[in-house]
């Protein structure tokens, strides 16, 4: 179901690779030849695997939620791959280029799960009961003060 969801996010193009370059492009003495026609092509090449990249993570996010991530071997770059959930690692290629897909282990516990795990229990019980003696003292002595019996 997984490699189903990259595949078919794998399988489609950029808006800008599929229109077809007119036959005016071709025959232009703009057009790049030579060693900028191999620089203009990577460049290309990278825009795609760039955009497949956050088409596939923006589908994975869709269909699957968040903290998702995808690589591209168009630069060097380093990855916590280690973090990933069990069965949530995948490496795809598409041309030229490789994409690393991976679901990062991310907690998805709200604010009071956080309180209520971290916080220690003991020491706010046992402050509590200095902070009641200390209300019921600063309201004896408010009724000593005010109420003359």
Do not use: Q
């Amino acid at each position: 179901e997984l490699i189903a969801a990259i595949l078919d996010a794998l399988a489609s193009d950029p808006p800008l690779a599929a229109t077809p370059p007119s036959a005016t492009d071709a025959v232009s003495p703009a057009s790049p030849t030579g060693p900028d026609k191999a620089i203009a092509e990577k460049a290309a090449a990278e825009k795609a695997a760039v955009w497949r990249s956050s088409h596939i993570r923006d589908s994975l996010t869709a269909t699957y939620g968040p903290f998702w991530h995808v690589v591209h071997d168009c630069h060097a770059f380093g990855a916590c791959v280690h973090e990933s959930g069990a069965g949530r690692r995948v490496l795809a290629r598409r041309g030229k280029h490789e994409f690393l897909i991976w679901h990062h282990a991310a907690n998805n516990r709200s604010f009071l799960e956080e309180v209520r795990r971290d916080v220690k229990w003991s020491a706010v019980f046992r402050m509590a009961r200095y902070f009641f003696l200390f209300v019921v003292t600063a309201y004896a002595l408010w009724f000593r003060t005010y109420c003359k019996v």
